[in-house]
């Protein structure tokens, strides 16, 4: 039969515990100034799209839009990209963004309709030129890896161009897409 006298013991002794728990317990995270990047992207944008099949060959364009969503205590970016990459082709991407304090580094992942399985990449920012360049190993045509490059360049609050490369038949880089993006009033 459970009494006052021995509840009371059991309810403290769960108070300190819970008590000693919380004191261990490192303190949340709360975005820096490696975050404030994320906000520069929050919004809705407008984007023309070019892809070039092949160098030298001309670029197809397509317009699509991008809905990138500060999440996590603004921790990290959401985005949700759609277009049409040829007539009656849809596309759609979805990707998440952090930044990893370890590695110094920012740390994504995506994926697509056109892929099949989740792709991660790294990438560091220069404040000088504004620019985050990343690196992502991805499966190309032939179905191996290639290790592809991308760079984000901010121009303004409403501006940005995310430009692709992946080694041309010569092993240098080469343009694969261009995406430039309008923010949407």
Known sequence: MLTTRTLL?????CLLVSTMAAAQ???????GPEHQIFTMEAGTWDA???MAAAPGSPATTS???EV???ACGGLCIVNDFNSELMPGMPFNGH???????AKKKYVGSWTDSMSAGLLLS???YDAATKTVTSWMEAPGPTGATVKTKSTVQ???ADHRVMTMYAPGPDGKDMQTMKISYTRRK
Do not use: F, I, R
Not at 9 to 13: L, M, R
């Open 9 to 13: 013991p059991a309810v403290a002794a």
């Open 25 to 31: 317990m490192p303190p949340m995270p709360k975005p």
């Open 48 to 50: 023309v799209v070019e």
């Open 63 to 65: 317009k699509g839009s």
């Open 68 to 70: 990138v969503t500060l």
């Open 95 to 101: 990707g998440m963004t952090a930044y990893d304090p």
């Open 122 to 124: 790294e990438g560091t």
């Open 154 to 156: 901010y121009t303004d």
